[in-house]
């Protein structure tokens, strides 16, 4: 169960997150604030679905597979399995930083 829900929420989140960066990167420092604002909508609606399910799924996974013995139960004792958890707590951490960051911003 959590070993689909893990590979499942990685991929999800990195569906999200590459086109992501990808269009980030391309915005120079002259372009318009208009194609900039296209750029952050089209980043909020089109893949922050993919990032927000990704994230849940993948961070629900990596907080229960918190023991070597869960991890040989979920059969990810293996280095695929390795990446995936590391992957699993960047994304955590990721969130993490993104939650810390809005509740800054709205107390401000």
């Known amino acids: 169960m959590y070993k689909s829900r893990l590979y499942s929420g ?4 990195l569906l999200g997150a590459f086109p992501a960066l990808y ?6 420092f002259d372009e318009a604030a208009a194609q900039a604002g296209v750029v952050g909508l089209f980043i909020f609606f089109a893949l922050g679905p993919f990032l927000a399910f990704g994230s849940l799924l993948s961070v629900s996974a990596v907080l229960r597979l918190t ?11 293996s280095p695929i399995g390795t990446i995936s958890i590391a992957l699993g707590w960047l994304i955590a951490l990721l969130v993490c930083m993104i939650l810390v960051g809005v509740a800054i911003a709205l107390l401000r």
């Open 10 to 13: 990685n991929i999800l989140f």
């Open 67 to 77: 023991n070597l013995k869960q991890i040989k139960a979920a059969k990810l004792h």
């Open 23 to 28: 269009v980030l990167y391309g915005i120079t």
